[in-house]
Nanobody
């Protein structure tokens, strides 16, 4: 059973930085797409950034220029470097991974809280 374990959330002041990590375990297969989504209180979950195993990235307009997504394919781990954080970045951040093998399936982490104080 694939599990995604996130780490790196916390409380930071506006303008600060955080680095989120998410490691997939329980499989010998490589994830295709991995990424981060976030959900603020009372709002829908939204995409933050995704990256394929080939390195192609998709970053939300709200994160462009401030957030960087990267991954270590050998470790099935994805990272999100968040700089110049704003109070509106406050949300629960969820890791996502898509594995085409052995069964085409999407997985989600349990979420990690990011709080940015003004």
């Amino acid at each position: 059973q694939v599990q995604l374990v996130e780490s790196g959330g916390g409380l930071v002041q506006a303008g600060g930085s955080l680095r989120l990590s998410c490691a997939a375990s329980g499989t010998s297969f490589s994830a295709n797409a991995m990424g981060w989504y976030r959900q603020a209180l009372g709002k829908q979950r939204e995409l933050v950034a995704t990256i394929t195993n080939g390195g192609s990235t998709n970053i939300a307009d709200s994160a462009k220029g401030r957030f960087t997504i990267s991954r270590d394919n050998a470790r099935n781990t994805v990272y999100l470097q968040m700089n110049s954080l704003k109070p509106e970045d406050t949300a629960t951040y969820y890791c996502h991974a898509y594995f085409p093998w052995p069964l085409s399936q999407n997985y989600w982490g349990q979420g990690t809280q990011v709080t940015v104080s003004s």
